[in-house]
């Protein structure tokens, strides 16, 4: 019952092509001139752009470490790979690309082209004392892939980008076996010729793979129901150094505490994952959206929850405040905006769209008139501006300005007031900082029957030179207010070493004493990604 | 937001009123008479019932330890109490205790009133050397309450049914902090009030508690979307040896491998469950159902599981075989039979059920006419033999019938082979060990889009003396089959001490190290639920 043939090949694209200092790929990055015009909507903005360096003229750190011989010809010490592998994508990495600081480069970055490679790999690094430090495709925002520490001979970047194939295709049970390497649009490629999709898009989509998205239990851009890839999980294999742990495929299981549940979120400290048996849908064939206007952001946040607790689970369904509405160019009059979309792959979804619409009017909302580009013009805008935020990041972070996203969750009980503290406290931390006022915008991401997943994004300009310290100070105010408003330090970003201090914080301490055994267990000499969730010295 | 005031009185109900030997109450227990009645349609079954042996009278082993006076007015050695907690409710354990085996009584039933002395019963045992098995309402068909070591200088019973509060219930995010001794009935009768319900069925809904239920991962009996007791946690309170683990009431979360997922199915060996957030629904306001007929059975799977990938998610998709169906009274004529049901809080659902059985009709079903007594009256009929069959259960094994069940989950693309693999080779084994045909019936009792979950029902003559040894032989020969099959070893009836052997070989070997190393780091003098899941050697 299962198609073993021939999977289709991944899309080929070249390494050269993708950016080693920012987002995406380098032909996608905004022009010297387009970063300055860009710098010109935000006041106080540096008037020039911050050069890219030279990547061939890079000062990085001696190499400290050679492979041995059996690896040799799957890793690389090119001075590229080093940097390219150096930091992930937040704000504080592409600064400190920008700036050429690239003292925490990897000696090695490995390439293993088959999960034999990845256990050797381990084997030579337990051996030889070396720090390994799994990496997908590096879009981390939280320093995920960068290693701080300084207890190791030497560190390798373990970047898994070349066991990228769906493998194997069980049509009935609508399942795929898929490597951790396989980036999302070549996944979704393999998987479109049988009629399929794993239906899972986090905004770094393009430049992300499955393997990443279940080390740090991302969330994908639908809304609702499947948010989080666990959900979507039927079974892992992960290489750690005592052996291989693969889980059986089940649709559900009480057989004690789930396995997979442990190495789903562990951030490459308990093991590689190489493999997984993903659960798939149908392409939907039958699509409506619509968006709704609100003059009050509370009133929105009322009628989204209404149609969280509702059952009938749009598969969109984001809301955007009235200054993120505005930067996206969806709504001009100060309205906060409702984005609802509804998928299915069975049935005409018209019918669920006006019960959503009904109950959107019914708690104070508007929906808005049908453009002349169709009912979904607005959804379109605001998607399509999605996907190029982090090249206007980019852009804005050549320019000097503090451009810089966090997200969490909360009960609804609380989102509204903390919705009003985080605006309110960084409003005044902003201002502290940079002396500027800046913008702190807020979309609802996710939402749950019992809570929202807010998102925040913070525009103002910094002083160049100290935009990271700049950063660093707002951030860590935005965490104090999480915090004390009992929401989560990350939805969906993962912990990654900037979230430590507050996912201390957040982790029951039985639990964090239950996770220092495992790891101590899984990983007896201490090399994988020290210094994510758990202390390198509490690891061994 | 939140409501904190008086909850509603938990429905009282005397402990004296529950049978000490078998399933719920004594007044529900058929009769000599009934039980003679019904022997008679097995043939091959005993002629007498087995007597129910006067609890004042059994023989129980020494008690063995002694409380400390500041716990003594909670802890019992009255033989009532121990004969009543020394099994759950197996077929097994019926028998045992119809014999008056009860050599594995515990010393002490304990009782506590409070968390804090759930803490000091911890302490004092841990102290002492003494086991501690956690005890919901004893429910547990897998031997999970049962001590069968010989490590530990005595053995407590830790009864959580005086912690059964609804301690506090926030409507805004439809969730309610409930403490983990409540029953069903109890802990619905709190929230009915609010127009709140948990939804969660399960079969043993009567004599089963919240806590149960999530250290075993128990499954409801809504057949779709939220069956598993897990996806309904917002945040759980566990006492463990070494102190307290309460995670955060969060609506989603990506900070690390979740802390409640390594207790959900931690089955009492990692800590006791006194209370969690549950997320709650509104109670439904518009229900539909109907049910199908199918000729053959493998057709119907076909159709279950184009429902099951449909994305319509009914609250009940069941599938009785031809010989459940008979046997629950729903179709006489040898077919199979689909109970289905929609249900909604929020709107009508009339158009939701003509999607589901258009599904049905287009993979070969044909809806049942509807009955004089109601579109649903087949569903009707079905429920309350659901709801009596444990009583039925207990009156066969007093007739010294076989009558037990298993269950399991795969994916679909092994789903009919299984069906026939168990059903053809339990025939063999029931004939074998029996030397009568019995029956091996089987309902779908939960779907999923990659997966069903079977569950199967044995009933045989068994020889009066050798019952448990007979189950055994049966039940052993079932979990090979399902080895073979990569099917689950169970669902949701936990592993416990009966299915090691079969977890043992389902669970990933380095997820046991990580396991076995939290079990060391949270319960490091292994006083908490001996050989479950882990070996007592090994935890310690």
Known sequence: ??????????????????????????????????????????????????????????????????????LAPVMSSAPRDRASHTYGKAYRDVVRALRGDFAAAPDQVARPRTEQQVTEVLDWAAEAG????????????????????????????????????????????????????????????????????LRHFPQSFEFSTLGGWLATRAGGHYATLYTHIDDLVESMRVVTPVGVNESMRLPGSGAGPSPDRLFLGSEGTLGVITEAWMRLQERPRHKASATVL?????????????????????????????????????????ESVLVLGVESAHFPVDGRLSELLTLARDHGGAPAPVESGGADSAADTWRSAFLSMPYLRDALTRMSVVSETFETACTWDRASELYEAVRGRLAEVVKDVTGASGTVNCRFTHIYPDGPAPYFTVIAPGRRGSEVAMWDEIKSAAMDVLHDHRATVTHHHAVGRDHRPGYDRQRPEPFALALRAAKRALDPAGILNPGVLVDPAAAI
């Not at 929105?300 to 993120?324: F, K, T, W, Y």
Request: a negative charge.
């Open 1 to 70: 019952m299962t198609d073993s043939s021939t999977p289709h090949p991944a899309p080929s694209g070249s390494p050269a092509d993708r950016s080693w200092w920012g987002w995406g790929t380098l032909d996608k990055a905004l022009s010297d001139a387009e970063c300055t015009a860009l710098g010109q909507l935000v006041p106080g903005a540096a008037d020039t752009p911050l050069p890219v360096p030279d990547v061939s003229a890079l000062t990085l750190p001696k190499v400290r470490v050679e492979p041995p011989a059996a």
């Open 130 to 197: 070396v720090a390994v430090v799994p990496y997908g495709a590096g879009s981390s925002v939280v320093g995920g892939v960068e290693y701080r520490g300084r207890e190791h001979r030497g560190v390798v970047s373990l970047d898994l980008s070349a066991l990228d194939r769906v493998l194997e295709i069980d049509r009935v049970s609508r399942a795929a076996r898929v490597q951790a390497g396989a980036l999302g649009p070549g996944l979704e490629a393999q998987l479109r010729p049988h009629g399929l999709t």
């Open 294 to 334: 609100f003059d009050d952001v509370h009133t929105a946040m009322g009628a989204v929850r209404a149609i969280a607790q509702s059952g009938l689970h749009p598969a969109n369904c984001r809301l955007l405040d009235s200054g993120e509405a505005g930067l996206a160019g969806v709504a001009r009059g100060g």
